[in-house]
């Protein structure tokens, strides 16, 4: 709720009611402040009641974005506490949670079915995949897919490509050798001066049509949400970077050392990657650089999640 000193300052006119004012008494969803204002209430919230629910508020200010909560726990008896800790918290904060989803229905004992994501009794359907921030989660092979916006009948023009590009929402660098396939044809149509909706030139256009057309296939890759780690496995973050006259890359995956007898390790899959398409002006020399920098702020992501021995 805003402050009733503050409320003055968002007056609305309704358009079906003439010539009266309305105060907004809460915060409005678009306001520039309105994001920030959401998750600060939140970290506000398990400062306040960590006390209380020490899981719950570590898992709010690690694990949220906007108003999504993803986490995990390493034992199914963990996780449970967990569910109980972070509903209480955003309870006592006046949040209640729905779109409940998990890979164990025991993690889901008590909730109701009006609450969950999958709305059915069994809610491990191997054809139950969610959206999570863009992704695809199926919780009864507990991996995540990729989905691909299909566009048919759309000229390729450096306007079209652009757009196309930009749907491909890759937060974790997934499709970073595919995307970077794109960049270059944008870059080929910045190089030859074409206007937005012109037609690209026959090389570049042929280029787009095949990886257009190649696209669909991406929906059939899995990637297994656990690293397959645990808590008495050793961790090695293991970068790989490249450059070429065109483009420079950086990826980097997780090594897991199981400390039992004998010993055995586990490459978890490709964590996180990043790619780039060279500069026009560039300086011999200097992508090398570029990839080496790519590649260490690439390496520092996965070191912020909490693994006990990196």
Not at 10 to 27: A, D, P, S, Y
Not at 49 to 74: H, K, N
Not at 272 to 277: C, L, Q, T
Request: with cysteine; hydrophobic share 45%; aromatic share 10%.
């Amino acid at each position: 709720m805003v402050h009733p000193e503050d409320r003055d300052l968002q007056r609305i006119l309704w358009r079906k009611t003439e010539g009266n004012e309305f105060q907004l008494n809460t915060v409005t969803y678009g306001l520039a402040c309105a994001p920030y204002l959401a998750i600060r209430v939140l970290r506000q919230l398990a400062n306040d009641e960590e006390s209380r629910f020490p899981l719950g508020a570590e898992t709010l200010r690690r694990d949220i974005y906007m108003d999504d909560v993803l986490t995990s726990a390493s034992t199914l008896e963990v996780g449970c506490q967990l569910r109980e800790q972070v509903s209480s918290l955003c309870m006592a904060g006046g949040f209640p949670l729905r779109k409940w989803a998990a890979n164990h229905v025991a993690l889901l004992d008590g909730i109701p079915l009006e609450h969950r994501l999958q709305l059915s009794a069994d809610a491990l359907l191997p054809s139950a995949d969610h959206s999570v921030l863009g992704l695809r989660w199926s919780p009864a092979t507990d991996d995540f897919a990729l989905t691909v916006r299909r566009s048919t009948g759309v000229p390729p023009t450096k306007r079209t490509i652009l757009s196309q590009t930009a749907r491909l929402f890759d937060p974790l660098g997934w499709l970073a050798p595919i995307i970077i396939r794109a960049k270059l044809i944008i870059q080929a149509a910045w190089l030859q001066r074409l206007e937005w909706d012109a037609p690209l030139a026959v090389e570049e256009a042929t280029t787009w049509t095949t990886l257009k057309e190649e696209l669909p296939l991406v929906e059939r890759i899995r990637i297994p949400r656990w690293f397959r780690g645990n808590p008495a496995s050793l961790v090695e973050v293991h970068g790989f970077s490249d450059a070429s006259e065109q483009a420079y890359a950086a990826v980097v995956y997780l090594f897991f050392l199981t400390l039992w007898k004998p010993p055995k390790g586990t490459l978890a899959p490709w964590v996180e990657s990043k790619g780039y398409v060279v500069f026009l002006l560039l300086i011999p020399g200097r992508t090398e650089v570029f990839r080496d920098v790519a590649q260490k702020r690439t390496a520092l992501k996965p070191q912020r999640v909490s693994f006990s021995g990196v």
